[in-house]
């Protein structure tokens, strides 16, 4: 006759031992973890090659409901953030356009602060034409005026010359709409 062990046996003791040291680690880890990663800004002006801007580190901090990104160089730094709502909603809080900070073309002189500005037309376009960003989850950032773009890329160099890091508008335009379809349940239509 065996008798039975009520907690079972010592390799399944060790099993279950392993298993909740290891879930307690992963959610100390989700809780507040931390990677710091090359990366670099680079810039093509006028549609040119890629130039250097700034080479530094991208950290990547994670949180139960946050996940933050800083660059650090020599001569920057900015941060953004992905939160992440109890209901699963995610609000991005971006470092603003880095491409103003970074390519020349695209600084307007400023007036002097001893003389007044006068009235604002916020209906006013901005000279300097329509702006797009994109945040990637990655860290990576992307950005587009005009002719000029600025890539923030986990790598320790700039791309190639010639590789085309721009949106193509086509594709967005395609994915735009298959989007607002998908999103208001209208059928699709064939062109």
């Known amino acids: 006759m065996t008798s039975a062990q009520p907690y079972g046996s010592s390799a399944q003791l060790a099993f279950l031992a392993l298993m909740a040291a290891m879930s307690i680690s992963d959610d100390l880890l989700a809780q507040n973890s931390s990677r710091p990663q090359s990366a670099v800004v680079c810039v093509s002006e006028a549609n040119g090659p890629w130039i250097l801007k700034a080479r530094g580190t991208l950290t990547r901090t994670k949180s139960k409901t946050e996940l933050l990104y800083e660059f650090k160089s020599a ?14 909603n995610t609000t991005v809080l ?5 491409i103003d900070r970074f390519v ?15 009235p604002i037309n916020a209906g006013q376009s901005s000279e300097l034409g329509p702006r797009r960003q994109s945040l990637e989850a990655t860290g990576e950032i992307r950005e587009w005026a005009a002719m000029d773009a600025l890539v923030l890329l986990i790598r320790s160099k700039c791309p190639s010359p010639g590789r085309a890091l721009r949106p193509n508008s086509a594709v967005e335009r395609d994915a735009l709409q298959a989007a607002l379809r998908a999103s208001s349940g209208a059928p699709h239509r064939e062109r």
């Open 94 to 98: 971006g470092p603003g356009l880095l």
């Open 104 to 118: 020349t073309s695209l600084k307007q002189p400023q007036p002097p602060q001893d003389i007044p500005r006068g």
């Open 75 to 88: 001569d920057h730094v900015f941060d953004w953030r992905f939160v992440t709502s109890p209901a699963g």
